[in-house]
């Protein structure tokens, strides 16, 4: 229906968006910036401005909101705890930038006048160790919602919204392909915890708790598939010129032995054979979730933008 009133979406073009920064100051360096984006990902000034302003504006406004609300349901019980952590979710395919926009908001969050403790989890951390992909026959599958440890991800965000201190969680390497034996992140009480990753809208068994449920805000990053497939392979043939050519890469080979052309055809077999079927088996299923979609164009610039109302 097109009166508007059916729909619990709004959707604003970039200028419209843009316009709602209002004084949210600019507080991030060229060369700051440089540090936050992901390989290959041209996030520029322009687009903190336009974009990652107006929504660190918005956030500002929910995390308010949303404290009030708890303590107003304190109060209800005669309770006076600290107050939960706000926690928001960022999904979107592999390659599509998740990890800049989480990089970003991360940096904008902190940077408030309230300077909130903000930390940044990465659902790659709950993948299983690839021994135990192998011995399941899985490990084509990495990212699909079985290749995660799903309940010790709800039990996670589950821990930090009741006031856990101080979690220790396993940590994903990209380097090495595989969780990092021994190693932790611990996650100390945050004031606002971002959680990144292509699964964080997945829905739960039936009867079971979704990391979703635990979400006071998500963002989905979207695109055209086709534009994904091509950042994805520009990447890769970035990642072959730096990170690969480390002798501790699992991809070690893509930048020593194995030839240009090859390298890139295992890339695009890579992303058809397990990329893009669970983006659109998996992932972009999950968008209308989301409480915004950034939509970007083909040179990775947000063009739209949805933010659901009800
Ligand atoms: N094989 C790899 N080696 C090193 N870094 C990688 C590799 N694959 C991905 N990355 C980096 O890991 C980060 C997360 O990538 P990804 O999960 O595809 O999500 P997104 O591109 O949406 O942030 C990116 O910054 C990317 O550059
Ligand atoms: C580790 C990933 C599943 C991303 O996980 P996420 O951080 O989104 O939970 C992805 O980067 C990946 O490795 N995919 C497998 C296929 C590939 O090598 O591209």
Redesign the pocket.
Known sequence: MKNGLSTPYVELDRPAWAALRAATPLSLTESELEALRGTADPTSLDEVRDIYLPLSRLLNLYVKATRQRHSAVRGFLGEDDRPAPFIIGIAGS??VG??TTARLLHRLLAQWPEHPNVELV??????YPNAVLEQRGIM?R??FPE??DRRALVRFVSEMKAGAAQLRIPV?S?LA?DIVPGAVQTVDRPDILIV?????LQPPPANRLAVADFFDFSIYVDAKTEHIRSW?LDR?SELRRTAFSDPRSYFHDMATTVPEDTAREF?LQ??RG??EV?LVDNIRPTRARATLVLYKGEDHQVRRVRLRKT
Not at 196 to 200: K, R
């Open positions: 592999v390659a998740k990890s990465g659902t790659d951390n709950f993948l084509n990495k990212g290749s995660y994903y990209h392909y990144e990753g292509i699964n964080v994805y890769f890339a890579t992303w397990i990329n669970n």
